[in-house]
C-alpha cells in the first residue's frame, strides 16, 4: 500500500518552520502533497501560482513531495488524493488548541487521521505572519526563509 500523507497550509509565503515539516513528512511516507489552500476572503502577500512555485522551488530535492493548491475542505482533498494523513507541525500550545478540533472534525468527517509534528526547537516562534511583518518593518529576515523565498520577499517589498 502507498502511505500518502497532505501537508496544509497557507504558506504566504513558506518558511524554515514548513519546509522542516514538509522534509520530515517525506521521511515517513511514500507521497506527500503540499496543498496550498485557496481562500478568496483572503487576500495575501503572494498569489497562489507564486506560492506554489516557491514551495516547487524548495522542495526540488525531495522527489516524494508534489506541490498542488485546493479550495474548499482539506479532507476532500485527501480523498482525492487516497491520502490516509494530515500532518501539521506544532509550535506550541497555541496551534494545539487551533489545530485539535479541526483533527477531530476532519477525523469525524472521512476518518483521515492527522498527525502532529513538533516544530524544530529553533523555529518555533517563526510564522509567516511575523516574518512578514518584521520585513515590512525593515528587520532582517534571512534566517527564517529558504534563499530563495527570501529573494522574493525583498522583490515584493520593494517592488
Ligand atoms: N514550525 C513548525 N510548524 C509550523 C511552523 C514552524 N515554524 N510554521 C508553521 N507551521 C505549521 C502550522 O502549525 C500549520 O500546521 C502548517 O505549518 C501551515 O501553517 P500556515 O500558517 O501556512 O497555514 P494555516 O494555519 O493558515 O492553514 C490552515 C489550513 C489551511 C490547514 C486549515 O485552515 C484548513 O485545513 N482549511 C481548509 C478548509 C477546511 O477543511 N476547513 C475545515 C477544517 S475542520
Known sequence: D???????GSYDPPTVGHLDVIARTAALFDEVFVAILVNPR????????????MLTEITADLPQVRVESFSGLVVDY???RGAQALVKGLRG???YDYELPMAHMNRHLTGVETMFLPGAPGQVYVSSSLVKEV?????DVT???????HTRLV???QG
Request: charged share 30%.
Open 2 to 8: 502507498v502511505r500518502r500523507a497532505v501537508c496544509p
Open 42 to 53: 483572503k487576500q495575501g502577500m503572494f498569489e497562489i501560482d507564486e506560492r506554489v512555485q
Open 78 to 80: 485527501c480523498r482525492e
Open 93 to 95: 500550545a497555541t496551534d
Open 135 to 139: 520585513a515590512r518593518g525593515g528587520g
Open 143 to 149: 534566517p527564517f526563509l529558504p534563499p530563495s523565498v
Open 155 to 157: 522583490e515584493r517589498l
